[in-house]
């Protein structure tokens, strides 16, 4: 089987397994038994919701064929991935999973999904100050730093 051929599959397994279960099962699962809204409601959540997988799948696109690696932490990119929507946000797949929350929030008008997205927010943040930033700048040195120094951590500079 080719090298991204194998790095896809474990992408689409991690996937499923830790943002489908962040950013789909669970919220799904808090607001069961909720009725969708409908009308300009509707149509603000699908647009987070679409909105949010494209990033996610974008992203995910990205740390395969240009990184050569996956999003899991046991598989991870072997080269930086500055490219595609990383040339705006240091942490893209985040936004794209906080965004598809926000949209299950919009759909059900549910406050606890927006804390529950704001939970989730904290726990990304601190993940990324205290892990991922740290690991990149040992792993990628001087190109991490300069990349840091170009893009946000979240957002457009």
């Given amino acids: 089987m080719k090298q991204n051929t194998r790095l896809f599959l474990k992408t689409a397994l991690f996937s499923v397994v830790a943002p489908g279960m962040v950013a789909v099962f669970l919220p799904l699962f808090i607001v069961r038994g909720r009725t969708a809204g409908g009308g300009a ?3 603000a959540a699908l647009l987070l919701l679409a909105l949010g997988a494209a990033i996610f799948l974008r992203c995910a696109w990205d740390f395969v064929v240009a990184g050569q690696g996956t999003p899991a932490p046991i598989d ?3 080269r930086l991935v500055i490219q595609g929507l990383y040339r705006y946000s240091r942490n893209p797949m985040y936004v794209g999973v906080l965004s598809v ?4 929030a919009v759909l059900f008008g549910a406050g606890i999904l927006a804390a529950y997205a704001a939970a989730w927010f904290v726990i990304f943040s601190l ?3 205290f892990y991922e930033e740290p690991h990149l700048t040992r792993k990628f040195g001087e190109e991490y730093a300069a990349y840091r120094k170009r893009v946000g951590r979240w957002l457009l500079r």
């Fill in 41 to 43: 409601t509707l149509g």
């Fill in 101 to 104: 929350i926000a949209g299950w």
């Fill in 127 to 129: 993940f990324v100050r």
């Fill in 76 to 78: 991870q990119p072997k």
